[in-house]
């Protein structure tokens, strides 16, 4: 009787004690998940962008990835990999994507944004006959004159910041090309501020370097991403729109844009954009139809965010 008794007490005892064990697991369980909350609320608190990292693009990836531009490259801005090209190291005329390169020059020099500009006859484009809204005459500050190049692709106005360089349209020219030459862009050259010449050309893969440059000037990023914007002009004020379909759509998180369009060149798009939370460069260059590009670009963007992820966060 007496050893069924002690048995009973130890048998009890070891319950006791596991039932301990579970109470201590589950309240550590529950402070390492508050803890857990709580750096994630300071991460969002502070602005911090938490993101994920890509896992390293396989051949068979790759090849799941169709585009209809003749010629593309995606690539991590962080890390500079090359998630996808084809075609990248060909060089083509890249139409108005140049004027990422006048906004570029315009402001190295560091000019009155509030300086009035004029629209002059130079200004007018006799090489294609495209049509603008800024008529001879027209007077704008250098702000709206670039804001509207990047935004609506104003070649008027592209031109008019070129003449109102310091030494004029040929210092500002020569000023583009030592710029490129500057940032190792050796499949780049240009002839004109606006992009209407296919003497303007470029690699997609020389184009990943000038959009990550461009895109450390906070106005570009600003201008170049505007959905639309109201001009006073002499008679009326006027509305402008982004040439950019996808900064107008919404569900992009677009932090640079550039589109440009000379028969030559077929229709161009560059982008900074942010994909599954990191910083991705985008460019597509000769797209046969109007929305190709836009099709290749939302393409992208199903594909990377399909792609398989580490599950590491990592704040950046």
Request: charged share 20%.
């Amino acid at each position: 009787m007496k050893k069924a008794v002690i048995s009973l007490v130890v048998i009890v005892g070891l319950i006791m004690g596991l039932a301990h064990s579970d109470a201590q697991a589950a309240t550590q369980k529950k402070k390492t998940v508050a803890a857990k909350k709580h750096v994630r609320a300071l991460a969002v608190k502070k602005g911090t962008r938490v993101h994920r990292a890509y896992s390293a693009v396989s051949p068979e990836d790759a090849r799941n990835l169709v585009l209809d531009s003749a010629s593309a490259l995606v690539q991590d801005q962080t890390t500079g990999a090359v998630l996808f090209e084809k075609n990248a190291g060909a060089v083509l005329p890249i139409a108005s994507i140049t004027k990422l390169m006048t906004a570029m020059v315009a402001l190295d020099v560091k000019p009155s944004l509030e300086e009035t500009l004029s629209i002059g006859e130079d200004d007018v484009d006799i090489l294609k006959g495209t049509h603008s809204r800024l008529r001879v005459g027209t007077q704008l500050s250098r702000e709206n004159m670039l804001r509207l190049a990047l935004m609506s692709s104003e070649n008027r106005a592209a031109s008019a910041l070129s003449r109102h360089y310091p030494g004029g349209r040929p210092a500002f020219i020569a000023a583009m090309n030592r710029k490129a030459q500057s940032l190792g862009l050796t499949d780049t050259h240009f002839e004109d501020p606006t992009g209407l010449t296919a003497a303007n050309v470029s690699s997609a893969r020389d184009l990943t370097r000038m959009v990550a440059a461009a895109h450390q000037y906070p106005l570009i990023r600003e201008f170049s991403t505007t959905a639309e914007y109201e001009v006073p002009l002499a008679r009326r004020n006027e509305i402008f729109r982004n040439t950019n379909l996808l900064v107008r759509t919404g569900n992009w998180e677009i932090g640079l844009s550039k589109t440009g369009f000379i028969s030559e060149a077929g229709r161009c798009l560059v982008m900074q954009a942010w994909l599954n939370n990191k910083p991705t460069i985008i460019v597509l260059l000769d797209s046969w139809g109007k929305l190709t590009r836009i099709g290749d670009a939302n393409r992208i963007k199903r594909w990377i965010e399909s792609a398989s992820l580490n599950s590491r966060p990592t704040a950046g």
